[in-house]
């Protein structure tokens, strides 16, 4: 079977009212559709162990929205791995667009935060994708590749095992227009390909998933592509109704 992984991205969004609402809703109806796939929501800091609270018993995981690239000290308003580790977060999302370009994160930055985390046996989504302007002039391989060699030329071999890639075009996040799902194969095969070229890992076990206006109106199309191993999804996963019909058109679909 298809390794396949959810994520629910919330970004600046939730409350605690929010929050017991989004998971009584997934208890009362979700029973065996929570089963077969691999859950995360990963919710704004201040509210992990709310959720984590909230998932007990379920298999759903924790997931960070982003970590800083130290692991304690004077570094105001930051969190560390560890600390992200010690209240039982598994995954940790780096690299989003909205970090890049709102907080002005580079490759580097990236690729530091990507091995903290591998290093305390953490699972990074590093997040990677083009912009509309990189998209017209034809450099999106370019680009990515850049995004992933900055990793991959600092480490020997199998660096992402263990890790999760989520390509997300630019500027198809919260814009409602997602990407063309065969444009979307052949980039994760781009992907895949260039991971097993440099990283030498069995190209089956790679994990990419897709993200960019995702919700259960166009999944289905996503999934008959067999590169795509899973969703990042922003807007569509604020509403319990709407996360849980994507999990269950996947449950049905692979
Ligand atoms: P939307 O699903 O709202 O387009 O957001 C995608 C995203 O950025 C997930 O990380």
Redesign the pocket.
Known sequence: MRNFVI?A?W?LNGSINMISRFFEYLKFHSSIYLEKKTIII?PPTIYLKEVNKNISNMNIFIGAQNVDINLKGSFTGETSVLMLQDIGVKYV?IG???RRFLHNENNDTIAKKFFLIKKENLIPIL?VGETEKDKKYGCTKQVIQEQLNCILKKSKKLVFKNAII?Y?PVW?????L?ADPEYVQLIHKFIKNHIEKHDFMNINDIIVQY?????CSNIKKFLEQPDING???????LSPQEFLKIIKITHDII
């Open positions: 994520v991205n970004k990963a999302i989003h667009s909205e997040c989520a997300e198809a996040i919260g814009t409602g997602s993200g960019g206006s995702v919700n969703f990042l999804i922003g807007n569509a996963s």
